[in-house]
C-alpha cells in the first residue's frame, strides 16, 4: 500500500527569476574546472551548473531559475524532485542499496517488472529485465530477439536513435555527434525510410509499404530477428508517423517472425498522456524498451513483453552488476504509483492541449514554424524556410540560447538540427508553460 509522506521541503519556486547575466559567475568558474576536468567528448549545451530542481523549475550555482522544458530529456516526468520519489528513495537507501539481483534477489526488482506488465501494452503474458541505461534496454531487446529467433538482422528506421554504445550507434541515424570516427559499428544493423509526413508527404500505408520493400530488398525478411521502432521519434525531431504507419510495419513483422521491438524510452511512461506512446497508434509491441521517466530520475531501464520472447535467453545469459538498483527501484514503484493515484495521465493531455494551441498560435504569427506536431508533453516545432522549405537550424540556436538568458530550458532535435521539442515535466502548470511559450515568441523571427 502507498504511504503519503510528508512534502519535501523544497526551496526552489515556482517562476522563473534570472538575477545573473546567464551564465553566471558560479557557472563560468565551474566551467573552467570543469574544461580542465572532464573530457571534451562529454560537452553541455547549456553550461549553467545546476544546484537543485523541483517541479518544473530547477536553480542554478547562481540563483537563477529556469522553467524547464527539457526535463533532462524527458527523465524527471513526474516533476524534478517529486516528494513521493524522494521519500521512496531516502527510505530505500536506509535499508538496501545494492543487492545484485542475479545473485541474492530482492522484491522491489519483482515489483517493479510487475507493473512495467500491468502497464505496458497487451493483454499476453509478459515479463521484464531491469538494466541501467535506455543503451542498455536497446542491446537487450536484441540480444532477446536474437535468441529467440536464431536471426542476427536488425532492421531500424531513418532517423532513429537508440543509443550510444557500439551496437546502438549502429543503429542510430545521424553521424554526428554520434557515431562520427567511432566506428566500426557493429553489422547486421539494416536501415530503412521512415513515415515523416511533413517531408514525404506520403499516407502511413504508402511509407510503410516503402519501409518494408526496402528492407525486404537490402535485408530480406527471413534474417531479420527484429525491427525497432520509436512510436515517435525523439532525438530524429518527434517524428509522428502518418496514421496506419505502424500497425502496417507490425503486420509485417508478425506475418514474418520478426520481434517488433518498440523503442519507448522517450516517448513511454505517462509522457504522451498514455502509459505508453504505442497505445495512440494502435500497436501492441512484442517488446517494449523503456528507460528516462521510469524511475523519476534514477537510472534504471528495462525490456518488457511476450513471456515466450523474454525467456529466450538460457539462465544466466542476461544481467549486469547494477541492474535493476534497489533504489531506483523503489523510485520507479513510487512514480508508477504517482502516476495512478495523482492521474497524471491527464496532466499529459493537459499539457498536450495547452502547448498545441499556443504552438499553433506561434505558428500562425511566425511563419518560420513549418509543423506544430507531437503527442501530450512531448510536442515540437520544425523550423524551416517558409519560401524555400530549408530547415532552419540557425534559428534554432539562436531561440534556445536566447531562451536559456531569459529563464527558459528547452532542447533542440532533428537530424537537421531545426526542431525545438518541449518534454515538459508533468508538474509544470499552464502559466509556467504559456510563460515559456511567450519568451520564445520573442526571440522568433
Ligand atoms: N532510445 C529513443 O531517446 C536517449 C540521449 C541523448 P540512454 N535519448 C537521449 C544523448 O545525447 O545522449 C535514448 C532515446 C531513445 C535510446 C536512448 C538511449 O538512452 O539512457 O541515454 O542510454
Redesign the pocket.
Known amino acids: 500500500m502507498v504511504e503519503v509522506h510528508a512534502p519535501n521541503v523544497s526551496t526552489v519556486g515556482t517562476e522563473r527569476r534570472v538575477v545573473t547575466a546567464i551564465p553566471g559567475p558560479r557557472s563560468v568558474e565551474l566551467q573552467e574546472r570543469r574544461l580542465a576536468a572532464v573530457s571534451a567528448g562529454a560537452s553541455s549545451a547549456v553550461p549553467v551548473f545546476l544546484a537543485r530542481a523541483h517541479g518544473a523549475i530547477v536553480e542554478d550555482v547562481d540563483g537563477n531559475a529556469f522553467i524547464d522544458l527539457g526535463s533532462g530529456?524527458?527523465v524527471t516526468t513526474i516533476g524534478h524532485t517529486d516528494d513521493d520519489v524522494v521519500a521512496a528513495a531516502q527510505a530505500q537507501v536506509a535499508d538496501l542499496v545494492h543487492g545484485m539481483f542475479t545473485i541474492t534477489p530482492y522484491e522491489s526488482y519483482v515489483r517493479v517488472a510487475e507493473l512495467l506488465a500491468e502497464h505496458t501494452p497487451g493483454d499476453f503474458a509478459k515479463k521484464a529485465l531491469l538494466v541501467n541505461?535506455?543503451?542498455?534496454?536497446?542491446e537487450n531487446g536484441v540480444k532477446i530477439a536474437r535468441k529467440h529467433t536464431g536471426r542476427q538482422g536488425v532492421a531500424v528506421i531513418d532517423h532513429a536513435?537508440?543509443?550510444?554504445t557500439n551496437l546502438?550507434m549502429a543503429m542510430t541515424f545521424k553521424n554526428m555527434p554520434y557515431r562520427d570516427g567511432f566506428g566500426p559499428f557493429a553489422g547486421e544493423v539494416y536501415r530503412a525510410p521512415n513515415s515523416y509526413p511533413l517531408v514525404d508527404g506520403l499516407s502511413g500505408e504508402a511509407a510503410a509499404a516503402r519501409t518494408i520493400a526496402y528492407l525486404e530488398k537490402n535485408a530480406g525478411a527471413k534474417n531479420l530477428a527484429c525491427l525497432v521502432v520509436?512510436p515517435i521519434q525523439?532525438?530524429g525531431g518527434f517524428v509522428v508517423p502518418a496514421d496506419g504507419y505502424l500497425p502496417a510495419l507490425q503486420e509485417w513483422c508478425a506475418a514474418n517472425g520478426i520481434v517488433f521491438i518498440a523503442?519507448e524510452?522517450?516517448?513511454g511512461m505517462a509522457r504522451t498522456g498514455r502509459w505508453f506512446a504505442s497505445e495512440h497508434f494502435g500497436v501492441v509491441p512484442d517488446l517494449v524498451?523503456s528507460?528516462?521517466g521510469i524511475a523519476g530520475g534514477l537510472p534504471l531501464?528495462a525490456v518488457v513483453g511476450r513471456a515466450e520472447i523474454m525467456d529466450a535467453s538460457h539462465p544466466g545469459g542476461l544481467g549486469g552488476t547494477f541492474g535493476g538498483n534497489p533504489v531506483a527501484c523503489a523510485a520507479s514503484i513510487a512514480v508508477f504509483e504517482a502516476i495512478e493515484r495523482r492521474g497524471l495521465l491527464a496532466e499529459g493531455e493537459r499539457i498536450g492541449a495547452t502547448l498545441r494551441a499556443a504552438l499553433a498560435e506561434l505558428a500562425e504569427r511566425h511563419p518560420v514554424i513549418a509543423e506544430v506536431r507531437g503527442l501530450g508533453a512531448m510536442m515540437a516545432i520544425e523550423l524551416r524556410d517558409p519560401v524555400t522549405g530549408e530547415p532552419r537550424a540557425d534559428v534554432v540556436g539562436v531561440v534556445a540560447q536566447g531562451a536559456a538568458r531569459q529563464g527558459v530550458l528547452l532542447l533542440t532535435a532533428g537530424t537537421n538540427g531545426n526542431v525545438i521539442r518541449f518534454l515538459p515535466s508533468l508538474a509544470i502548470t499552464d502559466e509556467q508553460l504559456r510563460d515559456a511559450v511567450s519568451v520564445i515568441e520573442g526571440l522568433l523571427p
Open positions: 530529456i524527458g541505461s535506455g543503451a542498455e534496454a536497446v536513435y537508440h543509443a550510444r546502438t520509436e525523439g532525438e523503442d524510452i522517450q516517448s524498451l528507460a528516462k531501464a
